[in-house]
C-alpha cells in the first residue's frame, strides 16, 4: 500500500494563527497527541526566532515519543552571510533534531524584491544552506517558499530552486501555496513537473485562503506528492493551513492509502478534539469528518432512512473516525429521532414503545416551554434518563446566590457565586469569582463538587449563547440558555429556560456537570467489563 507522510505544522504554523499561543507545556502536551495517531514530523517551532521554541526543544528531548520525529524549521542563511556563520543556522542545529524543515525563495519577484538578492546569490543561499546541515548529520526537508505562484510566473526559476536543495543533499522537495491562491487543477500540474524532474520525495504544503488547501493537497498526492503538510484542526496564519483530519480521512478511507499510525483513524476525532482544547480555540463542530454535524441528521426522512441503512445519507462510517450518529429531536425528526435516540439506553425500542411514547410527549412539552434538544442533545439524554427512571442525581443543590459589581475594576472579577450542594449526606459550601454571574456559578460549583468527583476539573465551559424567546414582553421574556462544554474527549451541549437568564443558565450547568459524571462512570463500567473480559485477558 502506498503510504503517504503527514507532517503537522500545529506548533510551527499553527501557532502563527490570530489568537493562538501555546506554552511550552502546551506544545508538548499537541507533540505527544500526534505521537499517539501516528503523525511521521512534527515541524515543532523555529528555535532562531523565540526563547519559548529553544525551551521546547530542550525539553522534548526527554518525552520519549514513539512514533513522530520532531523537526526544526528555519529559513536559508542571510544575503551576504556564510552558512557556517549565520546565527539562525546554527540554533537550527543547535535544537539537535534528526530532522530540519529550512524555506527559501522561489520567485524572482520575492527574491529581488523582498530579500535584495540577485536570483543566482538565492540559489546558492539554498544549497549552502542545506549542505551545511547535511554535513552535521541532519536530514532536510526543503520547503519552497511561494512555488506555485513562481511557477506560474517563471517556470525555470522555479524549478532551478528546487534543483538547488535537492543537489545540496535535501531528501523532500515540498512545494508551498504560501498565499493558498491556487487551484487544484494548477497544483496538480507542477507537482507532476517537480515529481519528474528530480527523483525525489515531493510534499505540498497548502494554505486556506482559497478554501481549497484541503482539495490541493489531494491534488498533489493524485499527481505523486508523497508528503502532505499541515495542522491537525486547520489551523494557522490567516485562514489557515490544510486541515489533516480531514486529509488523513480521505486518504485512508477514500483513496486506499495508508498515513496514520496502524488502528489510529479511530482515534482521529478525539485527537482533533485534544489539539484544539489545549490551543484553547472553539472546535468547528461542522468539521468534515471529525465535527459533531458532521454524521448529525435532522430531516425526519433523512433520520428514517439512516435507521434502515446508514450509507443513504452518510458518506462513511462514523465509528472510522471516532465520531457518532446524531438524531436531532426536534418538531422535524419526529418519533424516529426519538427513537434511535432512546435506543442508546433500551436498545429493543420501537416506534411505538411506551418509552418512546413518553419521551416524545416530555420533548413536546418542554418544546411548548421553550426549550430546544436538536442541539443539546447532553439534556435529551437526561430527559430520556428522567423518563425511563433511570436517573439518580450526582448531587442535591441546596441554594445558590450570585453577586454582581459596575462598574467592574477587573472584569474577570466582576461578579461573585457562592454554591450550597449536597453529596451523600455531606454538604460543601464553595465561592468563585468570575467575568459575570454564569462564569462565577460554573466555577463555584465544580469546585464545590471536585472534592466528591475530581475529573470535573478536566472540564471547561466553551461556548454560552442566549436567546430571548418572547421578546414581546421586553425585560419580562423568557430566555434559552445554550450551554456548550468540553474535556479531553468530547463536546457536549446543554439547555436551560426561564424568565431569570441566570437559572436558565443554572439548569443548563447542572445538566452539563450530570452528562459529564454519567461518562465517566459509563467509561470506568466498560473498562471494568475489559478487564473482566476473556479476551482482555
Known amino acids: ?29 499537541i507533540a505527544r497527541t500526534l505521537d499517539e495517531i501516528g503523525i511521521d514530523v512534527v515541524e515543532a517551532g523555529n ?12 525539553e522534548a528531548r526527554g518525552l520519549g515519543l514513539s512514533r513522530v520525529k520532531l523537526a526544526a524549521f528555519g529559513a536559508t542563511r542571510r544575503k551576504g552571510t556564510r552558512a557556517s556563520e549565520d546565527d539562525a543556522l546554527a540554533r537550527l542545529l543547535g535544537a539537535d533534531t534528526e530532522i530540519v524543515v529550512i524555506f527559501g525563495k522561489s520567485s524572482p519577484l520575492h527574491v529581488t524584491r523582498v530579500l535584495g538578492a540577485s536570483l543566482e546569490e538565492n540559489l546558492d543561499m539554498i544549497a549552502e544552506s542545506v549542505s551545511l546541515l547535511r554535513k552535521e548529520g541532519r536530514r532536510v526537508i526543503y520547503d519552497a517558499e511561494h512555488f506555485f505562484d513562481a511557477f506560474a510566473d517563471d517556470p525555470g526559476y522555479a524549478l532551478s530552486t528546487l534543483a538547488a536543495a535537492a543537489t545540496a543533499g535535501a531528501e523532500c522537495l515540498v512545494l508551498c501555496d504560501t498565499n493558498g491562491g491556487s487551484l487544484p487543477d494548477r497544483i496538480a500540474q507542477a507537482t507532476l513537473q517537480a515529481v519528474a524532474a528530480y527523483g525525489l520525495p515531493v510534499g505540498i504544503h497548502a494554505h486556506d485562503d482559497s478554501g481549497l488547501a484541503v482539495a490541493n493537497s489531494l491534488a498533489a498526492v493524485a499527481a505523486g506528492a508523497s508528503q502532505v503538510q499541515g495542522t491537525l484542526v486547520g489551523f494557522g496564519e490567516r485562514c489557515g493551513n490544510a486541515n489533516l483530519s480531514t486529509v488523513a480521512a480521505n486518504l485512508i478511507l477514500k483513496l486506499g492509502l495508508d498515513c496514520l499510525a496502524p488502528g489510529a483513524l479511530p482515534r482521529l476525532s478525539a485527537a482533533s478534539r485534544k489539539v ?15 465535527g459533531r454535524r458532521a454524521f448529525a441528521h435532522k430531516a425526519g426522512m433523512h433520520v428514517d432512512a439512516v435507521a434502515k441503512l446508514p450509507q443513504t445519507f ?73 423518563t425511563a427512571g433511570r436517573h439518580t442525581p450526582f448531587f442535591e443543590f441546596i441554594h445558590f446566590r450570585t453577586i454582581g459589581e459596575q462598574p467592574a475594576k477587573d472584569r474577570l472579577r466582576c461578579a461573585q457565586a457562592t454554591v450550597l450542594v449536597e453529596v451523600g449526606g455531606e454538604r460543601e459550601m464553595s465561592a468563585a469569582e468570575g467575568d459575570g454571574p454564569v462564569h462565577a456559578l460554573d466555577l463555584a460549583l465544580r469546585k464545590a463538587l471536585e472534592r466528591f468527583y475530581p475529573s470535573l476539573g478536566a472540564m471547561r465551559l466553551t461556548d454560552y449563547k442566549v436567546r430571548v424567546l418572547d421578546a414581546g414582553t421586553a425585560t419580562a421574556s423568557r430566555v434559552r440558555v445554550l450551554i456548550e462544554s468540553a474535556d479531553e474527549d468530547e463536546a457536549w451541549t446543554t439547555v436551560g429556560v426561564s424568565a431569570d437568564i441566570v437559572e436558565a443558565s443554572w ?6 456537570i450530570e452528562h459529564k459524571l454519567i461518562k465517566d462512570l459509563e467509561r470506568r463500567e466498560e473498562k471494568r467489563l475489559r478487564e473482566r473480559s476473556p479476551a482482555w485477558a
Do not use: C, W
Open 507 to 512: 439548569i443548563a450547568l447542572v445538566d452539563s
Open 276 to 290: 484544539a482544547a489545549v490551543a484553547n480555540i472553539g472546535f468547528d463542530e461542522g468539521m468534515a469528518f471529525v
Open 47 to 58: 528555535p532562531g526566532s523565540n526563547p519559548k521554541d529553544i525551551e521546547f526543544f530542550r
Open 314 to 386: 452518510e458518506h462513511v462510517p462514523p465509528e472510522a473516525v471516532g465520531n457518532e450518529r446524531r438524531f436531532l429531536a426536534s418538531e422535524l425528526g419526529g418519533r424516529a429521532a426519538v427513537m434511535e435516540r432512546v435506543r442508546r439506553m433500551e436498545p429493543d425500542a420501537k416506534k411505538d414503545s411506551p418509552l418512546v411514547a413518553a419521551v416524545l410527549a416530555k420533548l413536546k412539552e418542554g418544546e411548548a416551554a421553550g426549550y430546544q434538544y436538536e442541539g443539546a442533545e447532553a439534556s435529551l439524554d437526561l430527559l430520556i434518563r428522567k
Open 1 to 29: 500500500m502506498r503510504r503517504i507522510e503527514l507532517l503537522d505544522s500545529t506548533l510551527r504554523d499553527g501557532a502563527q494563527g490570530e489568537g493562538i499561543s501555546f506554552s511550552v507545556r502546551d506544545k508538548l502536551a
